[in-house]
């Protein structure tokens, strides 16, 4: 996947998701399934998710080369990337990510100041996608907390996997 093709998944997971939110109704949007996140927690674990990787993204390549290395194999395709997270998912069980152990509540008031939040950090990581070039997307490694150390390549596609997975999940449950 060439670099403008992922910037065109990017933009449009994110846009598909935003859409929806758009038309999810107010009085969903603090509801969720039992013992599962509601709507807005959804979307704050994806704002919780992409500010640290887009910190990532804005550090010298020299930092996340000194840090975590330099790539020893080819990037993986989108569709394996896919696999191999919901491999390391079944495996995990159920898993909570890092950034959002301790999920605030978020209120229906809150609905469209987190959109934008998530809106803005969309902006942040195409700003930061159109910085790096296609050589250096996979040269260098960027830490995942379920999936180990991956390509930048591949951590931008599991990223625009990660909006469609939380996006289908509200679809079909809330």
Do not use: C
């Amino acid at each position: 996947m060439t670099k403008p093709e992922l910037i065109q998944l990017t933009n449009e997971k994110f846009q598909n998701l935003f859409k929806f939110l758009n038309n999810h109704d107010l009085d969903k949007w603090d509801k969720g399934p039992e013992g599962k996140w509601t709507s807005g927690q959804h979307i704050m674990h994806l704002l919780q998710s992409a500010k640290p990787f887009n910190r990532a993204l804005g550090l010298p390549m020299f930092v996340l080369w000194y840090k975590f290395g330099k790539a020893n194999r080819p990037p993986r395709a989108y569709e394996e990337v896919v696999i191999k997270y919901h491999t390391k998912l079944k495996a995990a069980g159920e898993i909570i990510s890092p950034f959002s152990k301790n999920m605030p509540d978020t209120p229906p008031n809150g609905k469209q100041t987190i959109i934008e939040k998530l809106s803005k950090e969309k902006d942040i990581l195409i700003k930061k996608i159109n910085k790096i070039s296609e050589k250096d997307l996979d040269k260098y490694l960027i830490p995942h907390p379920l999936m180990g150390r991956m390509l930048i390549r591949e951590m931008l596609m599991w990223n625009a996997y990660h909006i469609e997975h939380h996006h289908k999940t509200l679809e079909e449950k809330y």
